[in-house]
C-alpha cells in the first residue's frame, strides 16, 4: 500500500494551528542552530579558543543532528510528536542555559552537543505532526512552509542576536533565550494534538529487533531511498555556504568586506522564504512535476557552480546575487524527498522514512564541509580547487538519484501493472527500466 491519507481532503483550522504552534518550535531550533554564527568571536573570546576550534562546534553540531535523524524518526512513530517537541524544547532550552553559563570549551561543546540534540528532533517530528493533520497534497505545500519558517529563526539570530549581544551581554541573551524554550513546554502541551482525533500517541514496547526491522523496512522502499538521494543532492551546496565556508571564501577567496560577505549570505535566506511556498504549492497542485524540478534544479546548480568556479578573477556582485539565489532553491527544493518518503511510506512509519530522507543532505553537507577544509589546507587556501568538492559530491548525488528514480519509477508501473493504487500516476518513457520481479511501490507495514 503506497500511502494513507487522513480521512479529510483539505485540513481543518485548528490543525493549521496546531501545526503552526510546532512550526514555531522549528523557528526556535534554527534560531539556537545558527546564534553561533554572530556569536562566535565573542565565543572564542569567552572560551580562550581559536578558527579551527570554532569550526569543531559546526562539525559537532551538524553531526549529531545527522546521527540522530533515523532515531529521531523511529521515537516520533513510536511516541508521537507531541511528545518529542516537548523532549526537543527540553534539551534546545537546556543547551542553551548551558551555554550562557558556560566559561570553557569542554562546557561549551557539551552545551552545544546538547542543543543539537534538541535541534535533531524538531524538523522531523513537525513533519510527522503535519502528515497526521493534512492529506497528501497539502503536505509538500505544508513542508515547504516549514522550511521557509525555519529562516525566521535563522534572522532572529542575526542583526537582532548581534544587538542583545552587545547590549544585555552572552549571559543574560543566552539564559532568556534557553529559559523562554523551555517554557514554551507548556504552550505544546496545551496546543499541541499528534492526530486529528487524539492528543497523544499510544506507544507499545517494542523489542531493538523490531526498531531494526522498521529502519529496514523503510529503507527497502524505492521511494524512500529516491528520497534520500533527492535531499542529499539538492540542499547541501546552498548548506555549506550558509553554516561554514560562504564567508570565508567571500572574505579570504574573493577579496570582499566581512559585512558585504554577510549580507550576501541574507539572499539565501529570502530565496528559501520565497521558494518555499512556490516550490510548495506548485507541487501540491502538479505532483507528477516534483521529480523534473529536481532534475532541472540540480542541473541549474550544476551551471552555477561551472560559473562561479571558472569566473576569471574576482566574481563580481552582479553574478554573485543571482548565483546564491538561484542555490537558496536547494532548501524548497529539498522537502520533495520528504514528500516523497510520505507518500511511498505507510503512516505508522512515516516519521522513520522522513528521518531517513533527512540524513542526506546533513550527510551531504559534512562530508563536503570536511573536503573543503582538507582541500584548502593542502593547497594553501585555493577556494577554486577546494569547492571543487561541491562538484564532487553533486555528481555522486545525482548519479544515485537518477539510479533511484528509475527503480522508484519501475516499482510504480510494477504496481500501476498489478492494478494496486499508486501515489502518483506516470507514462512509461523509453528510457523507463522494467522492475524486477517482486519489487513493490512500498513495503507493507
Ligand atoms: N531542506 C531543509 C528545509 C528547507 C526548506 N526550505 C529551506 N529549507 C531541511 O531539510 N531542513 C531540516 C532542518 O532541520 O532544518
Redesign the pocket.
Given at each position: 500500500m503506497p500511502s494513507r491519507s487522513p480521512a479529510a481532503a483539505r485540513a481543518s483550522a485548528r490543525s493549521w494551528l496546531i501545526w503552526l504552534t510546532a512550526a514555531f518550535v522549528y523557528i526556535l531550533a534554527?534560531f539556537h542552530r545558527t546564534s553561533l554564527g554572530v556569536a562566535g568571536l565573542e565565543a572564542a573570546d569567552r572560551f580562550g579558543v581559536g578558527a579551527a576550534a570554532l569550526g569543531t562546534f559546526t562539525v559537532l553540531q551538524v553531526g549529531v543532528y545527522a546521527a540522530m535523524q533515523i532515531p529521531t524518526g523511529v521515537l516520533v512513530d513510536r511516541f508521537g510528536p507531541r511528545a518529542m517537541l516537548t523532549a526537543a524544547l527540553l534539551f534546545l532550552g537546556s543547551g542553551q542555559v548551558l551555554l550562557a553559563v558556560a566559561h570553557t570549551y569542554a562546557l561549551g561543546l557539551l552545551a552545544r552537543g546538547v542543543l543539537g540534540v534538541g535541534?535533531a528532533l524538531?524538523?522531523v517530528s513537525v513533519l510527522r505532526l503535519a502528515a497526521n493533520h493534512f492529506p497528501a497534497r497539502q503536505y509538500m505545500l505544508v513542508t515547504?512552509f516549514t522550511?521557509?519558517l525555519?529562516?525566521v529563526g535563522n534572522l532572529a539570530a542575526t542583526l537582532p542576536l548581534t544587538l542583545l549581544l552587545a547590549g544585555p551581554g552572552w549571559l543574560p541573551t543566552f539564559l532568556v533565550a534557553g529559559l523562554g524554550t523551555a517554557l514554551f513546554v507548556a504552550v505544546v502541551q496545551w496546543r499541541v494534538h499528534d492526530t486529528p482525533v487524539a492528543r497523544t500517541t499510544e506507544s507499545e514496547a517494542v523489542s531493538m529487533r523490531e526498531v531494526g526491522a522498521q529502519v529496514l523496512t523503510a529503507l527497502r522502499v524505492p521511494g524512500t531511498r529516491l528520497g534520500f538521494w533527492t535531499?542529499f543532492s539538492t540542499?547541501f551546496s546552498q548548506n555549506v555556504l550558509v553554516l561554514l565556508w560562504g564567508v570565508p571564501f567571500l572574505v579570504q577567496g574573493q577579496g570582499y568586506a566581512a559585512t558585504t560577505a554577510s549580507s550576501l549570505l541574507v539572499v539565501f535566506v529570502a530565496g528559501?522564504m520565497i521558494?518555499?511556498p512556490l516550490v510548495g504549492g506548485f507541487i501540491g497542485r502538479r505532483p507528477e512535476a516534483r521529480m523534473p524540478i529536481v532534475l532541472g534544479f540540480l542541473a541549474t546548480t550544476a551551471a552555477t557552480w561551472a560559473v562561479l568556479l571558472s569566473w576569471p578573477g574576482r566574481i563580481p556582485l552582479a553574478v554573485l546575487v543571482p548565483a546564491f539565489a538561484l542555490l537558496s532553491f536547494g532548501?524548497?527544493v529539498?522537502?520533495i524527498g520528504f514528500a516523497l518518503a510520505r507518500d511511498y511510506n505507510p503512516l505508522p512509519r512515516v516519521g522513520t522514512a522522513t528521518g531517513v530522507v533527512?540524513v542526506g543532505?546533513f550527510v551531504a553537507t559534512t562530508i563536503t564541509a570536511l573536503l573543503i577544509g582538507v582541500l584548502l589546507e593542502a593547497t594553501g587556501g585555493n577556494f577554486r580547487i577546494a569547492l571543487l568538492s561541491v562538484v564532487a559530491v553533486l555528481a555522486l548525488g545525482t548519479w544515485r538519484m537518477v539510479v533511484w528514480y528509475l527503480r522508484a519509477r519501475a516499482a510504480v508501473f510494477a504496481a500501476q501493472e498489478r492494478g494496486e493504487p499508486v501515489p502518483v500516476r506516470l507514462r512509461r518513457r523509453p528510457w523507463d527500466v522494467r522492475a524486477p520481479g517482486r519489487e513493490r511501490v512500498a513495503a507493507p507495514a
Open positions: 534554527v535541534d524538531t524538523f515547504a522550511g521557509a525555519g529562516f535531499h540542499m528559501s521558494g518555499g532548501g524548497p529539498s522537502t533527512n543532505g
